[in-house]
């Protein structure tokens, strides 16, 4: 008798504990697989390079105060930017390696924007640019850096437990 009811009693909490496990999903939200999946098939919406430049132009603004006459000047530098890139995406052809496609005509006009934004820019926007930059870089080092070692040690917990 005290083994059937201690049996029992171990039931309704292995049963309680597995009911107590379940969330409902947050209204007005899709569960995570289906978010990640919208991202990677493209169907975000795509900016018009007016779009861009502005976006651009407006997180520049709010970094580094510009003038309206700066402002009107990296917009214009942006938006010839965004549209050079359109037509090489557009002249690219379907299948064709991003890897290595233009790479000395990206470096040029790269060079050459970055000039143009030195020149509309003073010498202390400039200057307070490139830390930001390098900052978003030191960040984007050590995410990558964080992922590599969490990646090594899930290959090496796989192969000690299939060695």
């Known amino acids: 008798m005290k ?66 006459a700066q402002e009107k000047r990296i917009n214009n530098l942006f938006l010839q930017q965004s549209r050079e890139r359109e037509q090489l995406r557009a002249n690219r052809q379907p299948g064709e390696k991003r890897d290595g496609q233009n790479k000395g005509f990206k470096k040029e006009a790269h060079a050459k924007w970055e000039a143009e934004l030195k020149q509309i820019l003073t010498k202390e926007q400039y200057a307070k640019l490139e830390v930001n930059r390098q900052e978003k870089r030191t960040r984007f080092e050590r995410k990558v850096q964080k992922r590599g070692v969490e990646q090594r040690g899930k290959e090496l917990r796989q192969n000690q437990q299939n060695g």
């Open 3 to 68: 083994k059937m009811i201690a049996m029992l009693s171990m039931g309704i909490l292995i049963a309680g504990s597995s009911f107590a496990q379940t969330t409902l999903p947050q209204e007005g939200r899709k569960p995570r697989f289906e978010q990640r999946g919208e991202r990677s098939q493209g169907q975000k919406e795509k900016k018009t390079p007016e779009q861009f430049a502005a976006d651009r132009t407006a997180r520049l603004d709010k970094q580094l105060n510009l003038t309206e």
